[in-house]
């Protein structure tokens, strides 16, 4: 399933907070977003559209995987930190991101979540990912 980078954003986030699956769906369910919007500054109608579009894919995205639609270099500095907590060693250039040290398991991870616009390769125990 592709989702955009906001909503990705927002679920690493609620994810994070620790909010469970069931919780999220709930208030999307009831239609508060407010517990959210207290404490967090996104549109969370985004996810409830996502919610209500395609309940199982939003079921995926949130417990399992997704991929981006559109990923900026800034975006997907984000992402790295979010969903994977990597935030050191990162060198980040015009059209690629440099110094990731990830295991391949990660790696793979990483491979989903982006689109095929987007190359990995790997040199020793670190990726590039560049446009």
């Not at 992402?79 to 907590?85: A, N, S, V």
């Not at 050191?88 to 690629?96: A, F, M, P, V, Y």
């Amino acid at each position: 399933m592709a989702i955009s980078l906001m909503e990705a954003y927002i679920i690493e986030t609620l994810k994070a907070h620790p909010y469970t699956y069931e919780e999220v769906v709930g208030n999307l369910q009831q239609g508060d977003l407010e517990v959210f919007s207290k404490d967090y500054d996104y549109d969370f109608t985004l996810l409830q559209k996502l919610y209500t579009t395609d309940e199982a894919a939003f079921k995926a995205a949130y417990t399992e995987r997704y991929r981006v639609k559109y990923v900026t270099i800034n975006g997907l500095v984000g992402l790295l930190r979010m969903r994977f907590g990597i935030a050191d060693g990162i060198t980040k250039h015009e059209t690629s991101v440099t110094g990731i040290e990830v295991n391949t398991e990660i790696e793979e991870e990483i491979r989903y979540l982006l689109s095929s616009n987007w190359n990995v390769t790997r040199e020793g125990a670190y990726i590039t990912i560049s446009a």
